[in-house]
Structure formats: C-alpha cells, structure tokens
C-alpha cells in the first residue's frame, strides 16, 4: 500500500523519547480529564500503520474507535477533502447552503435500512446525533420519556451522559443528569446464560424481561422513545440473542414509541453489513450515525421515516458546523469507497480471520470467557480461571503489553475486562495475523 509502509516496526521502547517530550507538554497544557489509551503520539497513519514521532509503526486495531473504517487517510477521502478544502470550507448550512449536504443525506437516505420515504439532518458527533434524535421524537409523539439498556454507551454531553450506563468515568461527578430517562436490561447471551440458559438464547424472552420493566416503571402512554445499540459498543460488544430486536421494535411499534438505533459505533460495514440493525431483519424509526461515516473528518447524522424526521418545526434542528462540507466532501468518498471496494464483504472476512485464531485461543485457556461480535467489530471478555468474574486487571495488563509490543487495542465493557478489535477494514491479512498472534502470545505469558 502506499503512502506509509504497511509493516510493524519498533525502534524504541513505547512510548520513546519525542512522545515522553510531548507527554510532558500534554500534561501542562491539556486538561487532565482527558485519558490516553496509549501514550504515544502519531506523526502519520496510512492503511493499517500508525506512525510515531519516534519512527515506530504500530498495528491499528482499534481504528480510532471505529472511525477509520475504510483505512487511515483513505486515497479517496484524502484527494475529496483537498478538493474541497480548495473551493470553500464553510458557509454555514443554515445560511448558505451547499449540494454536498443534500447528497450525504440523499446516500444516508438510501443505504440506511427502510425503503419508505426518508430525510436526514447532519450534526458533528455521536452525542449530538443522539441528543437530536431525542429532540425528534419527542417532537413527534410529543411524549417526554426515553429508555436506555444497560451496558449502552451514547455519549458525554448531558442527555447522552444520563443514557449512558456505565458511572466511571463517564458520569461520576457530572450530575445532575437529564430528566425522563429510564433504563431496561439488555439481552446479553454470555451473562444471562449464567443465571438461566435459556434467557441467553431466546431473545424473544430477554425482550420481555425489557418490556415488563418498561411497561411497569415507565408505561407507554409517556415514553417517547427507545434507544438502543443494535451491538454494545463501549458495553462490549455485546450482541443480543436473536429476535430480541425485533420483539423490541414490534412493542414500540404496537405503542407509539419510537425505535432510535444507535449505530454510531456499529455502522458503516463495519459490522459485515452497511448497518447493523440489517443482521436482525429491523427497520428502526430513526437511525444515528457518525464515527465510521467520513474517515476521521467530524461528521454525524440522524437519518430515518419522513413524518417523523419533519416533525420538528422549522429552525429546532441544526448547529454552526453541522454538515461542514469538507467532511461532508469525506463522507461521500467514504460511502463510495466501502461500495466500490467491497468493504461490506471484507468486513465479513475479517469477521472470520480474527474470530477464528480467537476461538483457539479460548479453547485452551479459560480466562477467555467469550469470544464474541460481528464482522471487523470483536471482543474477548476476560475472567478468572474457571469461573465468570470479571478480570479487569488481567485485561488491562494485556493492553499494555501489547501497546508496548507495537499493537494498538482499545479495552471496554462495565467490569473494564473487554479487550475490542475493530481493525480497519482495509488491513492486510498479514498485518492482522501478527497483530493477532502477538496478542495471542501476550496472554499466555501473563
Ligand atoms: C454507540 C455510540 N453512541 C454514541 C457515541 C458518542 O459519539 P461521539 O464520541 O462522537 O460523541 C459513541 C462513541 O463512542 C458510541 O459508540
């Protein structure tokens, strides 16, 4: 591949001496409560390298959390957003608008699950994404309440803040939180089937345990809306037994509620298809979406059933840079790239390639509790030998190693004891196996 050799190399120890020099400055400048996973800093990313101002060249596993789906500085995203960096950079969508907003909402429109009629409205994050499609469907049904799973992740500004499960470190301190919103068990194969085997399989029945909760704590005629990840994402990858979405989607249905998914982390080929929800056969009211969207360039969306996206009036959505059009430029050569490249496809490959050699690896060591996800989105959810606690100290001991072994993984979950790959899904087989193999090795010394 070009633009930066597509091998691993280390040539310091990590973090070496220019990323220890910029630590220190980071340390006087930056504020404090921003974490690193890794404390090297990047001088250049192609493919699947990371480049360090050392000169080492770390394997991305990890993407940015899912954003450099298509490669880091995909060729094609790169030559869009020099020619449109070139022409203008910003006139504000809601003063001036430009085509480049339209044809992103008109791909959204057409690559999202649901063949009715659609509108999309572009935002800057994730969390805003979320936020919005709150504000939409309270618009629309003109009902006050939301329901969030446990286990979801949606973001640090408050009402993302207050759907998000986990306290530490996204919450603790940050109170109070929104109001109306009210939290439902998730269906999670691995941890139900401890406490009954059949709640892990049937998701029908994990479905019901949701909407009984729903139901008695906070009753249809007031909830205005569902949110769910159709995978956890910082949760763990969790993915739920099957028909537990649909059964969800069906009540809300039957009941006036609207079914917002939250494919922020999940969309984008990522997962082996275009979305997520497509693995489960559902057709969520309102779709959010960003990271994967535009290769980097700040971009987000919600996208879903024309009646309710036109549901606000005139001037309650929007903000300064949302649909900026160079990432708005990206996005488009995002989406064709994952198209014309047949990302859909290798997603699923790779979904094989990590997934098998992990499987081994569980095989002869029980430490690995599950093995579990979809496409180039997989995690290993680590425990005690030979029982189901959570080790989150054993997970956080192998990230390290294998950021020092020049292989960057990012950890997760509400026990902190997930170990997450979401490679880009342009890396090589090679790159991936080593990546892999290391980190195979890493946990059988530990
Ligand atoms: C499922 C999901 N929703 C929302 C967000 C928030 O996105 P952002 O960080 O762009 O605000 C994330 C980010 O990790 C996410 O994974």
């Given at each position: 591949m070009a633009g930066l050799e597509q091998t691993r190399q280390l040539?310091?120890?990590?973090?070496g001496p220019a990323s220890l020099e910029l630590t220190k400055r980071r340390a006087a400048?930056?504020?404090?409560g921003v974490n690193v996973s890794l404390p090297v800093f990047v001088a250049r990313a192609f493919g699947g390298i990371i480049e360090d101002v050392d000169g080492n060249r770390l394997i991305d596993l990890a993407s940015g959390i899912a954003v450099?789906?298509?490669?880091?500085?995909?060729p094609r995203v790169v030559e869009a957003v020099r020619a449109q960096v070139a022409e203008f950079?910003?006139?504000c969508f809601m003063v001036v608008p430009y085509e480049q907003y339209v044809a992103v909402a008109e791909e959204l429109n057409r690559i999202t699950p649901g063949s009715g009629e659609k509108r999309s409205v572009l935002f800057n994050s994730g969390a805003e994404a979320v936020e919005n499609a709150v504000k939409i469907a309270r618009s629309y049904t003109r009902k006050p309440a939301v329901v969030a799973f446990n286990h979801a992740y949606h973001g640090r500004t408050n009402l993302a803040m207050a759907l998000?499960?986990?306290?530490?470190?996204?919450?603790s301190g940050f109170g109070p939180f929104a109001p109306e919103v009210y939290r439902a068990p998730v269906s999670y194969p691995y941890r139900d089937g401890l406490l009954d085997k059949e709640l892990a399989t049937d998701g029908e029945k994990a479905a019901a345990r949701a909407i009984d909760v729903i139901e008695s704590q906070?009753?249809?005629?007031?909830?205005?809306a569902v949110i769910i990840e159709p995978i956890a994402g910082e949760g763990g990858f969790i993915v739920p037994a099957d028909g537990f979405l649909p059964t969800l989607l069906d009540w809300c249905r039957k009941n006036d509620v609207v079914f917002i998914a939250?494919?922020?982390?999940?969309?984008?080929?990522?997962?082996?298809?275009?979305?997520?929800?497509e693995h489960e056969g559902i057709e969520p009211d309102l779709i959010c979406t960003a990271k994967?969207?535009?290769?980097?360039?700040p971009l987000s969306a919600v996208t879903g059933r024309a009646q309710i996206m036109d549901a606000?009036?005139?001037?309650?959505l929007g903000g300064?840079?949302?649909?900026?059009p160079v990432a708005c430029a990206a996005a488009l050569a995002t989406i064709s790239t994952i198209e014309s490249d047949g990302l859909i496809e290798r997603a699923r490959q790779l979904e094989r390639l990590i997934t098998e050699p992990l499987l081994r690896l569980q095989a002869g060591d029980d430490r690995i509790g599950d093995v579990r996800g979809r496409g180039a989105m997989v995690a290993i959810e680590l425990v005690k030998s030979g029982t189901a606690e959570p080790d989150a100290e054993l997970t956080q001991k192998l990230s390290t190693a294998a950021h020092a072994a020049g292989v960057v993984v990012l950890t997760c979950g509400m026990f902190g004891n997930i170990i997450r790959l979401l490679p880009?899904?342009?890396?090589?087989d090679e790159l991936l196996n080593e990546g892999l193999d290391i980190l195979g090795r890493l946990l059988g010394d530990l």
């Open positions: 040539v310091t120890e990590i973090p400048a930056v504020s404090h450099t789906t298509v490669g880091n500085s995909s950079t910003h006139t998000t499960a986990k306290s530490k470190p996204y919450k906070v009753g249809a005629d007031s909830l205005a939250d494919e922020v982390q999940t969309g984008f080929a990522r997962t082996g298809a275009m979305f997520a929800c994967g969207i535009a290769d980097g360039l606000s009036h005139a001037g309650g300064t840079f949302g649909g900026n880009p899904l342009t890396i090589g």
